[in-house]
T-cell receptor, first 113, second 116 residues
Framework: DGGITQSPKYLFRKEGQNVTLSCEQN?????MYWYRQDPGQGLRLIYY???????QKGDIAEGYSVSREKKESFPLTVTSAQKNPTAFYLC????????????FGPGTRLTVL | AQSVAQPEDQVNVAEGNPLTVKCTYS??????LFWYVQYPNRGLQFLLK??????LVKGSYGFEAEFNKSQTSFHLKKPSALVSDSALYFC??????????????FGSGTRLQVQP
């Protein structure tokens, strides 16, 4: 069964802690993306990666970090430097060519206590 | 730079009536355009896309969209709305030139409410 998985579905974090969100895909896609969704603000791009061992900052990269050591995996770390991390986080992947649609995972809802 | 505007936060329509969800875009070159739908606490599902060719694009669940280059618009339409169409709809754009950001830019979303 091909697709994108994100874990966990719900995540609670204390202030000052780093936390890592998992994203895995078995679609053999080169490109992967992380978005943050807040009510009324749509999706904002955090980081994206077009190929293994390479990634670029999106619009709101401050306080976040990523790695792309494997084609299938693109974990996102929310650091303590992120001032307002409570949000719904969506991971996506696509073939590298720009005319291809992105496929989205089910999302992780992060709440800072 | 690329951007998308969805001017309506919410659209209300009665079941069986036609629906339109508006989207306008801005890119430096030519666009790739996409529509996605999101149900509560779920990821986004792809509906349809415009790449090139016929300006009227047909997609999943009876939805279609019309690309209008002169008005820089890509409105989503459906001839007869269903209550199950109630969801959050996102328009997205990517510049075809590929010289800018190699990722989609999304609009703020439009909530569609279909009343029985």
């Amino acid at each position: 069964d091909g697709g994108i998985t994100q874990s966990p579905k719900y995540l609670f974090r204390k202030e000052g802690q780093n936390v890592t969100l998992s994203c895995e895909q078995n679609l053999n896609h080169d490109a992967m993306y992380w978005y943050r969704q807040d009510p009324g603000q749509g999706l904002r791009l955090i980081y994206y990666s077009q190929i293994v061992n390479d990634f670029q900052k999106g619009d709101i990269a401050e306080g976040y970090s990523v790695s792309r050591e494997k084609k299938e995996s693109f974990p996102l770390t929310v650091t303590s430097a992120q001032k307002n991390p409570t949000a719904f986080y969506l991971c996506a992947s696509s073939p590298r060519e720009g005319y291809n649609e992105q496929f989205f995972g089910p999302g992780t809802r992060l709440t800072v206590l | 730079a690329q951007s998308v505007a969805q001017p309506e936060d919410q659209v209300n329509v009665a079941e069986g009536n036609p629906l339109t969800v508006k989207c306008t875009y801005s890119v430096s070159g030519n666009p790739y355009l996409f529509w996605y739908v999101q149900y509560p606490n779920r990821g986004l599902q792809f509906l349809l896309k415009y790449i090139t060719g016929d300006n009227l694009v047909k997609g999943s669940y009876g939805f279609e969209a019309e690309f209008n280059k002169s008005q820089t618009s890509f409105h989503l339409k459906k001839p007869s709305a269903l209550v199950s169409d109630s969801a959050l709809y996102f328009c997205a754009v990517r510049d075809i030139s590929g010289t800018g950001r190699r990722a989609l830019t999304f609009g703020s979303g439009t909530r569609l409410q279909v009343q029985p």
